[in-house]
């Protein structure tokens, strides 16, 4: 990373764009409204609808089929098979590895917000971080934020912000730029049944961190606001939910009210950047995480696309996204773009705004992989209909929570998309999922994709985005082509032992926090 000289910072920051990132979490490409047809009643998103007629709509924005790999690959510009495929614990620790022997994003990768700073950006993370806790290298403020107020792991309580035991006891997980964020966190008599007067809903803390920043501006800021919603435990203050008492569906009526209030949220914030007068200088970019939650006990809704999250179908890795914003040039306002572009494609397109090399020195002096990130700002903002990004390697992993070693389950190459695996979620969501007579396990509803082309899987996912046409036994040239690759690219996986749980995490969580979750190595 190489940062301008400082005499030429202040010159330049008045052209500079104030950068406001909103990663939505677990939201269904049927539950935006844009997605949606006119006068549809259940999903209700008009700000957001509002932001993607003003602005560009992307139609072909990918992801990491799950939580924590997106997250660390939008904070450190890489593909998740070159940073992290795995949901583990925030105690995970190798102690013989101390630098990428974590959960989440090895230390000595540069994280996005430092990329920001040395560029003159203030910088703010506020919501979910959830790419790593075990030192204070892992934290939003390590990776170079000013501030934050955030929780660590994969969700928390809405209500009382709290998550997993140590030795019996409950321990919150709210924390505060450096320190556990005391006195912000809802007593234990908080709950979804339960709002008392006294009680805040967590993302109402978080959003009005985001406005205080907007009010306050001291120069061009990069705020990153990672909503919990829609994420379980679903939760939301009864007012949200009585607006759709007309859905019979429980966790249908609570999804679409969370859905409803992040809404409102976003609307508020960029209200307030017009009456501060930001607006015409500030570029929002929105996206979900990965696809829509399918599996029982949720109700997130991919509709058309097959699958969902913790699945590499379009379902579970195409999402919902767009920027706007004052500062997109008006040729660009109003379009809707389906080329590739990828969630760790935003590092180098906002080092490139920050006037910062995007190239990651410390972390090839460390060994590590560098940035796999590509600069999509001329592609977004010019007449170029042509996406610098033609390829997508889909990473997988033969487990989730416990470690497991990094491979390949796909790879998208132009318009085509193969798949190697037993890939779930093999089955198509209807209009209105769930609904009272879905009994459908979409975990258990699984695809074989062989290693043959006779026994593989191939898609053109551009006339066929619903992945119904399976072209690998017609087109077996083209699926090997796409499979040689594959197996070329397996050889530069990221795969460290990030070892197993550390109980320091709990000492460290009832003894120094006196009840919350912090570093702990």
């Known amino acids: 990373m190489l940062a301008l000289p400082t005499v030429l910072l202040a010159a330049l920051a008045a052209v500079r764009p104030n950068i406001l990132y ?28 509002k932001l993607v007629k003003e602005g560009i709509e992307l139609d072909r924005h990918y992801t990491y089929k799950f939580c924590s790999p997106t997250r660390c690959a939008v904070q450190s510009g890489r593909n998740p098979v070159h940073v992290n495929v795995l949901n583990l614990g925030v105690d995970y620790r190798n102690p013989n590895d101390t630098i990428s022997g974590y959960t989440g994003i090895p230390r000595n990768m540069t994280g996005l917000a430092e990329v920001m700073k040395s560029g003159g950006y203030s910088t703010h993370m506020y919501g979910k971080w959830d790419a790593g806790m075990a030192t204070v290298e892992h934290t939003p403020q390590g990776r170079g934020y000013d501030d934050s107020l955030h929780y660590f792991h994969h969700m928390n309580d809405y209500w009382n912000m709290t998550i997993g035991e140590c030795n019996g006891t409950g321990v919150v997980d709210l924390w505060e730029t450096n320190m556990p964020a005391r006195g912000l966190n809802n007593t234990d008599d908080c709950s979804q049944q339960a709002q008392h007067r006294h009680c805040v809903y967590e993302e109402e803390l978080f959003t009005n961190r985001v406005l205080n920043v ?97 699945s590499n179908w379009e379902g579970g890795i195409r999402t919902n996204a767009f920027i706007s914003g004052g500062h997109l040039p008006p040729k660009a306002k109003g379009t809707r773009l389906e080329g590739l572009i990828t969630a760790w494609d935003w590092y180098a397109t906002l080092a490139n705004l920050a006037g910062v090399d995007p190239r990651d020195e410390k972390a090839e002096k460390a060994g590590l992989p560098p940035i796999d990130s590509i600069d999509m700002w001329d592609y977004l903002t010019t007449t170029s209909v042509v996406s610098p990004r033609d390829e997508i390697l889909l990473g997988s992993s033969d487990t989730i929570l416990v470690p497991s070693p990094t491979k390949l389950g796909g790879l998208i190459k132009g318009r085509y998309k193969i798949l190697i695996g037993s890939v779930s979620q093999a089955g198509w969501p209807g209009p209105l999922y769930p609904n009272a007579t879905t009994t459908w396990n979409s975990s258990q509803a699984v695809q074989e994709c062989g290693d043959t082309a006779s026994t593989g899987c191939l898609y053109d996912i551009f006339s066929d985005p619903t992945e119904h046409i399976n072209l690998a036994p017609t087109h077996p040239e083209v699926w090997k082509q796409l499979k040689d690759r594959m197996d070329l690219q397996s050889k530069g996986l990221f795969s460290p032992d990030r070892g197993s749980p550390d109980p320091t995490a709990c000492e460290a969580a009832l003894g120094v926090y006196q009840g919350f979750w912090g570093p702990f190595a």
């Open 22 to 49: 909103i990663l939505l979490d677990d939201y269904g490409w049927a539950d935006a409204g844009w997605h949606r047809p006119q006068g549809y009643t259940d999903v209700q998103t008009p700000h957001m609808n």
């Open 214 to 310: 907007i009010n306050n501006p001291a120069r061009p800021f990069f705020v990153f606001w990672s909503a919990h919603i829609v994420h379980n435990p679903y939760a939301v203050p009864q007012s949200y939910l009585d607006r759709f008492s007309f859905i019979s569906d429980p966790l249908r009526r609570i999804y679409h009210a969370m859905t409803y209030y992040i809404d409102e949220a976003i609307g508020n914030v960029t209200d307030s950047l017009k009456q501060n007068g930001l607006w015409d200088s500030t570029v929002v970019i929105v996206h979900t995480d990965n696809g829509g939650a399918l599996y029982p006990g949720d109700a997130g809704n991919n509709y058309p696309l097959k699958g969902g999250k913790m």
